[in-house]
């Protein structure tokens, strides 16, 4: 799945993934796993953060708030290629953006 992730972004393709490999149950940003790290570090792309948060059921409807947060260069990753260290550490600059936007919806 990465690489063919990989070659979707290397031919100008825009690839969305939930980085925490599945939905989450309580609405609470559970562990994120590594693969759009390791796509950003393959490609050299950068990172587009987006949180979808529900709220609770109104009669027949519940409310969808969806927000995009600042844009993660590359650069601002710090990956040089796959290095581990690296890509934990742009796995928490991740979180950190995600955790900051989920705060601040109130639905």
Do not use: W
Not at 46 to 51: A, D
Not at 79 to 94: E, F, H, Y
């Amino acid at each position: 799945a990465i690489e063919k992730a990989v070659n979707y972004v290397k031919n100008g393709k825009v690839v969305a993934i939930f980085p925490e490999g599945h939905r989450s149950k309580d609405g609470n940003l559970q562990k994120l796993k590594s693969g759009a790290v390791v796509i950003a570090a393959e490609t050299g792309g950068g990172l587009q953060p987006c949180v979808i948060k529900k709220g609770e059921k109104r009669f027949l409807r519940t409310p969808v708030v969806i927000r995009y947060g600042k844009f993660i260069t590359h650069e601002q990753l710090g990956l040089t290629g796959r290095v581990p260290a690296q890509i934990r550490s742009a796995n928490k600059l991740l979180t950190a953006s995600l955790e900051g936007m989920l705060e601040d919806i109130h639905v």
